[in-house]
Nanobody, 120 residues
Framework: QVQVVEAGGGLVQPGGSLRLSCAASGSIFSINAMGWYRQAPGKERDLVARITTFGATTYADSVKGRFTISRDNAKNTVYLQMNSLKPEDTAVYYC??????????????WGQGTQVTVSS
């Protein structure tokens, strides 16, 4: 059994900052890529940022220069530092992780989502 749990969402004013975290726990052998996606009402879920085991990162054009993804492999945790937030960043943010279980099976897991609202 594997759990992926996000934390850190909330309400912030435009120009503000938030830090999201996502921790994986349970029957884990290793974790490959981890990432953050977001879904605004009426829209599809889109990639925000992604990071490999070795730290290579990918960002959506809309967040480059404002958001930073990082991970702590020892803690099976990925972070998303969000600065200079805009109202259009408002969405439910989901963590994703490609996990190799203790049984040797690679499975993609999603967190439950955390709401980020940018509004004055």
């Amino acid at each position: 059994q594997v759990q992926v749990v996000e934390a850190g969402g909330g309400l912030v004013q435009p120009g503000g900052s938030l830090r999201l975290s996502c921790a994986a726990s349970g029957s884990i052998f290793s974790i490959n890529a981890m990432g953050w996606y977001r879904q605004a009402p009426g829209k599809e879920r889109d990639l925000v940022a992604r990071i490999t085991t070795f730290g290579a990162t990918t960002y959506a054009d809309s967040v480059k220069g404002r958001f930073t993804i990082s991970r702590d492999n020892a803690k099976n945790t990925v972070y998303l530092q969000m600065n200079s937030l805009k109202p259009e960043d408002t969405a439910v943010y989901y963590c994703s992780a490609r996990i190799v279980t203790a049984q040797g099976v690679m499975i993609g897991y999603w967190g439950q989502g955390t709401q980020v609202t940018v509004s004055s």
